[in-house]
Every structure is written in structure tokens, then in C-alpha cells.
């Protein structure tokens, strides 16, 4: 049981609503929980929003915002005040964060699994086994963001290599394809993968709430999804009840 939250995007208004939420049950937010909508937005906001969920008992996973405040920066930074605006919280808070969780036969992260992340998954683990997905995605996660990029100006240190770290051509990138912090199906005319279960996720701001089926052309199950951030408004999934509810700020 638990309640699902995402693109918290430095709202201390919004974070507060969100931890106030049933406040008995698991909260988790799915990532990019700076770097504001507004522009320009205030730090201080920001950066007691941040302190807010970090402090919390949330179980809380990287979004590609948040990403580029360590040190190891696996792109630029989105925001407004530099890359080294965050660096000290998310750096010294780093094992508070997570790239995959599982509640309820819910996959979370940040932006879902494409079909081509799920190949790579699927060469790895049992897809169908869900505690195997989430452990091979946070160990791979670890073992990527060592890694340095390739024929990177010496000057500029950077890493974040492999499958979970692609950007796709539609949001940016050089990549056919976006890995966990990056996918955006409706940009690569794609959907999430049907090989590991049900998804919920963020990234890829839409109107409402947006629930979907992926279907396995290859024969195998269909199964769910669910994109919670949403161009408006803040919602979140309650897995218990099988509800989603636009927070009240």
C-alpha cells in the first residue's frame, strides 16, 4: 500500500500536501523533486522543498533533474542556480534515492521502461520477476553512473553510461532510444514495455492523469500503465485503492 507522487519539481506547498496525504500509508515520489516549473523560481523554495522530502520517511527515486546536481553529473543542469545549487544535499543524501522501487506489482521510475530497455533487462533477468527487475535496475543504475562518457572534452568530467542513462533525439539527445530517466513515449512513438508489469512513472508531462495498456505483440500479457505528471495540478496514485487523487494546496 502506498501513495504515488511525481515531478514534485521544488514546491514546498506541494510537497507538504503530498506527505499530508494519508499520511499512515508508504509515500513515494518518483523523481525530479527540483528544479521549479516557474521561472524564475526562488531557491530557498526549492531548496526547503528538497530538505522536506529528504527528511522525510518517503521512499524517494532519481529523476534526470536531480541527477545532474551530483558530482558526477550525467548531463547539464535544467535549472536556474548552477549545478552546484543542490550538489551538497543530493550528494551527501545519495543513498536516500533509489532508480527503481516496487510496491503492490507497481514498477516505479522516473520516466517507465521502454521496449528497448526491457530487451536489455530481459538478456539480464526474469522480467516477470518483479524484485529481480527493480534490484538488476538500481545495481546497473550504480554501476553506470561509475562510468565515465566516451569522448567527453578532458576539462569537462562526466559520467552516466549505458541502457538507463540514453537521451532520446526527441527530448535532446543522440539516442535512439530513452532509458528510465528519459523515456518518452509519445516523442518516440513507442509505449511502455509490457515484459515487466504494471508502470507508473513521470517525466513526460501530460493534461490529466493518463492510464494505458501496453499491448506484447510478440504474444505475451498486455499490462498497465500510469503517468502521473501532469502540465497542471498535482496528483497522486493511491495502490490500496486503486485511486487517483489531484492534490489540494
Known amino acids: ?39 524564475p523560481s526562488s531557491f530557498e523554495k526549492e531548496a526547503e522543498c528538497l530538505d522536506l522530502l529528504l527528511q522525510s520517511d518517503s521512499i524517494l527515486l532519481w529523476g534526470n533533474h536531480d541527477l545532474a546536481y551530483l558530482p558526477e553529473r550525467p548531463w547539464k543542469c535544467y535549472g536556474n542556480f548552477g549545478e552546484s545549487a543542490f550538489l551538497k544535499q543530493f550528494d551527501t543524501a545519495r543513498d536516500r534515492l533509489r532508480a527503481a522501487y516496487s510496491v503492490d506489482g507497481w514498477l516505479c521510475t522516473h520516466a517507465g521502461v521502454s521496449p528497448k530497455v526491457a530487451r536489455v533487462l530481459a538478456k539480464e533477468v526474469e522480467t516477470t520477476d518483479l524484485e529481480a527487475v527493480v534490484a538488476w535496475l538500481n545495481a546497473e543504475f550504480i554501476r553506470e553512473l561509475r562510468t565515465g562518457l566516451p569522448q567527453q572534452d578532458s576539462d569537462e568530467l562526466r559520467f552516466g553510461y549505458g541502457p538507463l542513462f540514453k537521451i532520446p533525439v526527441c527530448r535532446g539527445g543522440t539516442d535512439e532510444y530513452g532509458g528510465i530517466f528519459w523515456f518518452d513515449a509519445f516523442g518516440e512513438q513507442t509505449q511502455p514495455s509490457p515484459a515487466v508489469g504494471l508502470q507508473i512513472f513521470g517525466h513526460t508531462p501530460v493534461p490529466y492523469p493518463e492510464r494505458g495498456t ?22 497522486v496514485y493511491d495502490t490500496q485503492k486503486d485511486q487517483l487523487v489531484e492534490l489540494i494546496l
Open 214 to 235: 501496453s499491448m506484447d505483440f510478440a504474444g505475451g500479457p498486455a499490462a498497465s500503465w500510469i503517468n502521473l505528471n501532469t502540465f497542471e495540478g498535482y496528483w
Open 1 to 39: 500500500m502506498a501513495i504515488i507522487a511525481t515531478d514534485i519539481h521544488g514546491d514546498p506547498a506541494v510537497a507538504k500536501a503530498f506527505l499530508a496525504f494519508r499520511p499512515e500509508e508508504l509515500h513515494i515520489c518518483l523523481g525530479d523533486l527540483v528544479d521549479g516549473r516557474e521561472r
